[in-house]
């Protein structure tokens, strides 16, 4: 249930994030603009605690998939990590580019070429950190690692794991098209290609939170760190 919390946190502090930085990201003018300061600083700590949160999730989750495969369990917690990591640099570019404005940006700024210049710069810090961090390592971690180990435990229907081993790879695909230039940043082709990881992590947490975790080997005392064959068969 605590599991599935986060993993809810993460929805509900993530979107409305991105939404309030729209003033940052979507006008290149910001920087020697009027601003919307109190947006942005809003935004920021949501993202602190999408942050927690992504980390939290991986860190309750650990003791429990560590029985199944403790290697990929690891993994786990390392793809959140780096994930937050990426968020972490996000935050701090756009940040930046609210103390700029305040300091020597804003409306009438002297040098508003220059600082153009240099909002632009960070806004394309935050983009890219949330190619690689959100829409790449996401695929990785939520994805595959967490859809194969909730896949062979059984700790969730199996269906609904292989969302998570259908979208993870997607998510991958999308962000190295959009890499290289075959998918525009956002578009149509990437947002596709982002539901079914997005139905997976809502639908896991949902479901953590409602129903559990199903009966599984893995939740036995008598059998820790178990390779991932062993413990399944040991029903």
Known sequence: MVAGIFLIITFVTSIPALL???PVLKHTGYIVGA???????LGA???????IAN???AVVLFPILKRLNETLALG???ARL?????IAVGILSVLSVVTLRQDIGGAGAANAASLSVVGRSLVAIHDWSFLLGPGFIVGVGNGLLLGYMMYRSGLVPRRMAMLGLIGGPLVCASGIAVLF????KGSAGQFIATIPEFFWELSLGIYLIVKGFKPSPILLDEVPNLGVDAA???T
């Open 35 to 41: 601003g919307a300061d109190k947006h942005i600083f």
């Open 181 to 184: 230039g075959a998918f525009d």
């Open 45 to 51: 700590l949501l993202e602190v605690l999408l942050i």
């Open 55 to 57: 980390i939290a999730t």
């Open 232 to 234: 399944l068969s040991a």
């Open 82 to 86: 780096v994930e937050s990591a990426f």
């Open 76 to 78: 786990y917690v390392t």
């Open 20 to 22: 309030l930085y729209n």
